[in-house]
């Protein structure tokens, strides 16, 4: 029997079956990835998975060390080099400039001034005159090309002597990071040997890792990218809110509700929709969720001056679905995304000197920047 014959409408429904099948693969791996891993209950099991995933945020900060460390080594080469040939170039102007100056000392240019006085007249006078002008012009000249000289190579050799200090200490800290790993990776050894199915563990660990490096990560740095895109209108919102910014004529005072600051972050992204900040006892507290996603920061306020006034947010404690993560995912963050806040960009004339986050209120303390 011809099968293509008695049903002839078959073939183009094995054909739709097998591209509905094409396109719903994909869809259901994306699925799977989304969907957080069920945390244990057991305190021991969270911490083996929270030491796991801090093995895997270190090893991330020493490969961007090494990066780093690499860097800064090209950056030392170059700069040896460079003093290397400006102490070249510099001899010759030494010994000139060296010429110069003795000629003052001792007293070899006097007589070019004494031949003013031997001229005939007035045009010979100008000749001489043209003549001394020339020689003082070129020895100024040469004083100050070997002066900018100098200049330039004590500049890189300070340059070099700063670069090689921060070098020491890079390869300092990817000691110490890579001593915490290997200290993590015995600990968690010792957690999976000590545990009744090593072998699950293992498969819990491996897949809270590939779901913080495929969802988790991103969804940590998207949370952080909106805060720290809110923080750059902030000081429009002060200026256009009543009774936020006071003065007594000597000291400006800032002074926001927590309220008021959760409000302005959901009008600038939905992402703050599920996300609140409570200011209390010091701190700040930032905790949100969002069907399998929890996050919390909990950080301060501070004062820097350095490289240029600003209230800084120190973020001291970032947990992820119950699992705090390092100090070097912290800091990385930090350095990623700037959720500080500059007082110069509300009014220019003015310096935040005092910071304070007490009973539900962010209170800023400024003074006029003279």
Known sequence: MNVRVKY????FLLFIALLFCFIAA???????????????????????????????????????????????????????????DMGTRIEDRRDRAGAVLRSYYMGERDHLFLMLFSAKDLAGFFRIMDFYDIIIQNDRDTLTVYNNQYRSLASAQAEAARNAAQLADVKDSLVKQRERVLALEKQVDGALTASGN???????????????????????KR???????????LPQFVQGSKNMLKTNGKVYTIDIHEDDLNAFLRSQDEIFNAFSFHFDDGKVTATGESGNLSLLIEGKYTVINEPENAIMFQVDKLVFNRLELPDTTRKALQEEFD????????????????????????????????
């Open 339 to 370: 959720m500080n806040f500059y007082p110069k960009q509300l009014v220019s004339f003015l310096k935040a000197t005092e910071v304070s986050s007490e009973d539900q209120r962010l209170v800023v303390k400024m003074e006029l920047d003279l």
């Open 26 to 84: 994909p869809v259901a791996v994306y699925s799977q990835q989304e969907t957080s891993p069920a945390m244990p209950d057991s305190e021991e099991a969270r911490q083996l998975l929270e030491d796991s995933l801090s093995i895997l945020e270190i090893d991330h900060e020493i490969e961007r060390i090494t990066k780093r460390l690499d860097e800064l080594q090209v950056l030392q080469n170059e700069l040896q080099i460079m003093i290397q």
């Open 198 to 220: 090593p072998d699950a563990m293992k498969k819990l660990i491996e897949e809270f890792t590939r779901y913080w490096e495929n969802v988790g990560l991103y969804e940590v």
């Open 8 to 11: 002839p409408i078959l073939p």
């Open 223 to 233: 949370h952080f990218q909106a805060l720290a895109s809110a923080m750059e209108n």
